[in-house]
């Protein structure tokens, strides 16, 4: 199997080109890189070179050894390249979702995967810095991964899953760096959970405190300690990150996905999805979407 039956590229829209739910891969990019979009997690590592990652989330020029993690949905690109040599390493939102939706309760990858994308105002995107001595050790994990993409996913998927896991604990160590992480408390996972389980659900403070038998100002409190946002602003975050799928693999008119979504108001839907993308929900799909989509051959 060749990266490019994994990784395809349509326009601006990266995609899993078959059942693949894991992908690592070496690309050289000798200039810039259009921005462009997908709806899995990616994390891009600096192999060699330098180059400008230009995202939602800002500029940052790159070089050997930094990492840069983005939620589903988020756009980026990259600018002034010079023989910037990147490791792309990329996992469905729906293994995240399942498979390791345990690591909501581990406080290092915790936070690299679910919360730290989020806090001090970042907008799906993380960036770290890899030690040396944990390079050539995190790169020896998505080799490995790579040349399990040739075997049979039905044997081992658990493998790959295995050596995905290790590889981003890696970037998760290097994100805390030497500071020692706290567990998440658990009635913040089970938040989560609720609210994602139902998102297009009417949701208020008062109803997701009941439910975990807590006072809505505590629960307001623990949420920001660990996720750096009130219950309802991650709600609104995991909505936008849904919708974003929709506008990108389906044909749902924009007013249908926010009422999917949990946002029957179309005005304050826009203003939401603009709010973290950084662009209307229309312009995002125009933008993003295969030009062959918009012309209505499929």
């Given at each position: 199997?060749?990266?490019?039956?994994?990784?395809?590229?349509?326009?601006?829209l990266?995609?899993?080109?078959d059942?693949?739910?894991?992908?690592?891969?070496?690309?050289?990019?000798?200039?810039?890189?259009?921005?462009?979009?997908h709806?899995?997690?990616e994390v891009?590592?600096?192999?060699?070179?330098?180059?400008?990652?230009?995202?939602?989330?800002?500029?940052?020029r790159?070089?050997?050894?930094?990492?840069?993690l983005l939620?589903p949905g988020?756009?980026?690109?990259?600018?002034?390249c010079d023989?910037?040599?990147?490791y792309?390493?990329?996992?469905?939102?729906?293994?995240?979702r399942?498979?390791?939706?345990w690591?909501r309760?581990?406080?290092?990858?915790?936070?690299?995967?679910w919360?730290?994308?989020y806090?001090?105002?970042?907008?799906?995107v993380?960036?770290t810095h890899?030690?040396?001595d944990?390079?050539?050790?995190?790169?020896?994990?998505?080799?490995t991964l790579?040349?399990l993409?040739?075997?049979?996913?039905h044997?081992?998927r658990g493998?790959?899953?295995?050596q995905?896991t290790?590889a981003?604990?890696?970037?998760?160590?290097?994100?805390?760096?030497d500071?020692r992480?706290?567990?998440v408390?658990?009635?913040?996972?089970?938040?989560m959970?609720l609210?994602?389980s139902?998102?297009a659900?009417?949701?208020?403070?008062?109803?997701?405190?009941?439910l975990?038998h807590?006072?809505?100002?505590y629960?307001v409190?623990?949420?920001?300690?660990?996720?750096?946002?009130?219950?309802?602003?991650?709600l609104?975050?995991?909505?936008?990150?849904l919708a974003?799928e929709?506008?990108?693999?389906?044909?749902?008119t924009v007013?249908?996905?926010?009422?999917?979504?949990?946002w029957?108001?179309?005005?304050?839907?826009a203003r939401?999805?603009?709010?973290?993308y950084?662009?209307t929900?229309?312009e995002?799909?125009?933008r993003?979407?295969?030009?062959?989509?918009?012309l209505g051959?499929?």
């Amino acid at each position: 199997m060749t990266a490019g039956e994994t990784i395809q590229q349509k326009f601006t829209l990266v995609y899993f080109g078959d059942d693949t739910f894991a992908y690592a891969g070496r690309h050289l990019h000798e200039e810039s890189l259009p921005v462009h979009t997908h709806s899995f997690i990616e994390v891009a590592f600096v192999l060699g070179g330098s180059g400008v990652h230009h995202s939602v989330d800002g500029r940052r020029r790159l070089g050997p050894g930094d990492a840069v993690l983005l939620r589903p949905g988020v756009w980026h690109g990259y600018e002034d390249c010079d023989d910037l040599l990147l490791y792309n390493c990329c996992f469905s939102a729906e293994l995240l979702r399942r498979e390791l939706s345990w690591t909501r309760d581990d406080p290092v990858l915790g936070h690299l995967l679910w919360t730290g994308p989020y806090v001090e105002q970042r907008r799906g995107v993380l960036a770290t810095h890899l030690a040396p001595d944990v390079r050539d050790e995190f790169a020896a994990h998505l080799d490995t991964l790579a040349e399990l993409r040739s075997r049979p996913q039905h044997l081992y998927r658990g493998d790959l899953i295995a050596q995905l896991t290790l590889a981003l604990g890696h970037v998760a160590r290097s994100v805390g760096g030497d500071t020692r992480p706290q567990a998440v408390h658990p009635a913040v996972v089970e938040a989560m959970r609720l609210i994602e389980s139902r998102p297009a659900h009417p949701w208020t403070l008062t109803e997701l405190a009941d439910l975990l038998h807590l006072a809505p100002g505590y629960v307001v409190r623990l949420f920001k300690s660990f996720t750096g946002l009130p219950p309802m602003a991650y709600l609104s975050r995991y909505r936008v990150e849904l919708a974003a799928e929709m506008l990108l693999h389906t044909d749902r008119t924009v007013r249908a996905i926010a009422e999917q979504v949990g946002w029957p108001d179309a005005n304050y839907f826009a203003r939401r999805f603009r709010a973290h993308y950084g662009l209307t929900a229309s312009e995002y799909r125009t933008r993003f979407t295969p030009r062959y989509k918009l012309l209505g051959r499929v």
